[in-house]
């Protein structure tokens, strides 16, 4: 069974550039994560959504961020313009109710932006 | 005071010995508890959930939850090299679907 899948793996952009991050979550999980995760602050939530709808996104740093999950299947993560202080891995994850809300993640974007 | 306290560590148990992990929470209303491992340069790794008080126990892995006092603990025993990684206990409180994580405690076992 296909886990979380997250694209690119690695992403190296300029500054002022935009970013997207794709996030494919595991079938039949109806929540989906976003964190990012720097040695400073380790693991922040940024966003989840459930059933594709936003549910807390207090955890975006600024309105350079933007995510959504237009189905099931498919999220995105947008960062326009990038800054170098968003160089993190960016990890998307997902989880049930009826799994018992446990998480499983993905391979995670590391970004670096120059 | 954080949500989840974990000690940073680095926490060095040699190969072969019991290595313990600890981790306290805030909120009294938790419900469920997770520790996740994380290697070097990758995702968190599910490896144990726990939701009632007491031990259970998966393989060289045993959970710990003391609701009472609010802690849950990790044992890894006999202690591989390949068990040294980065063990991040997460919390999930009643009416909430997020997990709120520690900052993670660095474990490494000496050969």
């Known amino acids: 069974d296909a886990g979380v899948i997250q694209s690119p793996r690695h992403e190296v952009t300029e500054m002022g550039q935009e970013v997207t991050l794709r996030c494919k979550p595991i079938s039949g999980h109806d929540y989906l994560f976003w964190y990012r995760q720097t040695m400073m602050r380790g693991l922040e939530l940024l966003i989840y959504?459930?059933?594709?709808?936003?549910?807390?996104d207090s955890g975006m740093p600024e309105d350079r961020f933007s995510a959504k999950m237009p189905n099931a299947s498919f999220s995105t993560l947008k960062i326009q313009p990038s800054e170098p202080r968003d160089s993190a891995v960016y990890f998307c994850a997902s989880s049930s109710e009826w799994a018992s809300y446990e998480q499983y993640f993905g391979p995670g974007t590391r970004l670096t932006v120059t | 005071q954080k949500e989840v306290e974990q000690n940073s560590g680095p926490l060095s148990v040699p190969e072969g010995a019991i290595a313990s992990l600890n981790c306290t929470y805030s909120d009294r209303g938790s419900q469920s508890f997770f520790w996740y491992r994380q290697y070097s340069g990758k995702s968190p790794e599910l490896i144990m959930s726990?939701?009632?008080?007491g031990d259970k126990e998966d393989g060289r892995f045993t959970a710990q939850l003391n609701k009472a006092s609010q802690y849950v603990s990790l044992l890894i025993r006999d202690s591989q090299p390949s068990d040294s990684a980065t063990y991040l206990c997460?919390?999930?409180?009643?009416?909430?679907?997020?997990?709120?994580f520690g900052t993670g405690t660095r474990l490494t076992i000496i050969p």
């Open positions: 997460a919390v999930r409180n009643f009416g909430n679907e997020k997990l709120t």
């Open positions: 726990i939701y009632s008080n």
């Open positions: 959504f459930n059933n594709n709808v936003p549910i807390d």
